[in-house]
């Protein structure tokens, strides 16, 4: 067994967050369209957590924000002269478009790929391969320049490029991915949960944006062993309730899965799948949350599941890192009190500030994308793409001095807005060492 650890690398959040109510059946994000944003805020909300989760003896990494406006999408629209050119004509022509060429949605990392250590595949590679996200147009832009920010960060992985940007492969990345184990470094196991048969009939109500094609795609791209895989149907009530990913209402690790009772299609079925491929390897532990004590509405709201469940240096029980909403909820927050006090798997719940990013509706865990590497992987990392006290200073110094205090749905008509978040990226990409060439608009 290879000594291994999780690692946590968080989307450093962009100068352009905003409210733009873009995500159809992200109820957090419709409810609060058009309000007005603080990018500055935000991006240090999401820095102190990284440093948290650094000081608590964790591995923590960083994964840069991505070029918004994205003026590759407005061309390939058929937009065309300089940037500012094409900013004020899209702004005329196509202002919906535009929007979702501003949207800062690239801070949730649990999208950016499904990752699978070397540890579970066949060929002993780490395998990442970015999602399409192709269910919607503001996320559909990302995964080009998701697969170069994998590729610079792990310059030894198997990155794999995104899945065809199709219906039928529609891929939403970690959020409908879990993986449980006995120790990190062993062989684990790897459910892939979907919304619908991409060749079935499209379902009423929100959009079930996983396909089942997409999951047994990555499988098979990642070298996966199919008796210790397995898929799972996320249950209608959970995504007309507002689960629009799987890590709403449900996250693993280690050995424990902690859902909600509605999270499954079938949970009986999703159980005996789960410890018929950990035979063997270790026996899961499936801890339910009953809607009886937290009603599915509560759950999502406060964003209860949507949490990181991590093992802490100096704990044998596991840590769920939860958002202040989910304190603030009187149903959420009895359970967890509850959780900590029985003697089961999770003993303790911390709770952080990502007030910025729940009002779109990403809550700790949409922030990080998990990715559990041996110490030999680790040493391999662009050296740019790890935490370090000295790399948060810097870029706390970086966001003081490039980030808006406050930024309203008419700033992003501001064509010096694009101006500074380029400025903004291009001095980032000398603070992480991207390279000179690492945005599209520096080509």
Known sequence: MSLAREANFDGLIGPTHNYGGLSDGNLASASNAGLVASPKAAALQGLEKMKAMHEAGLWQGI?????????????????????KDIFEAAWKQAPRLMKNCFSASSMWAANAATVSPSSDASDGNLH???????????RSIEHPQTQRALETAFPFASVHPALAEQSVFADEGAANHVRLCGARGEQGVELFVYGRDGYAPTRAGY??????????????????????????????????????HNDVV???????LFYH????????????????????????????????????????KAYLFNSMLVQMPDSDRLTLIAPLETKENAATKAYCDKLVACNGPIGEVRYVDVRQSMRNGGGPACLRLRVTMTEAEWSQVNQGNKFS??????LKIWINAFYRDALAPE???????????????????RIMGLGAD??????
Request: glycine share 4%.
């Open 63 to 83: 994964l840069p924000p991505q070029q918004r406006p994205h003026l590759p999408t407005l061309r390939r629209a058929g937009f065309t002269g300089t940037n």
């Open 128 to 138: 990442l391969t970015p999602a399409n996200l192709s269910t919607m147009l503001h």
């Open 207 to 244: 959009p079930a944006r996983q396909t089942l094609q997409a999951s047994q795609a990555i499988a098979r791209a990642h070298h996966l062993t199919p008796r210790r895989t397995v898929f799972a149907l996320q249950s209608d009530a959970a995504i007309d309730a507002g689960a629009f």
């Open 250 to 256: 449900c996250v693993g690790a280690l050995q424990t």
């Open 261 to 300: 009772e509605l999270a499954f299609a079938d949970t009986a079925a999703m159980q005996a799948d789960m410890t018929q491929a950990a035979e063997g390897l270790f026996t899961p532990n499936f801890v339910e949350v009953p809607s009886s004590e937290v009603p599915i509405a509560d759950a999502i």
């Open 389 to 394: 006290p000295a790399l948060f200073e810097e």
């Open 411 to 429: 700033d992003l008509r501001d064509s010096s807005l694009m101006e500074e978040s380029f400025v903004a990226l291009d001095e980032l990409t």
């Open 438 to 443: 690492f945005y599209p608009f520096q080509t």
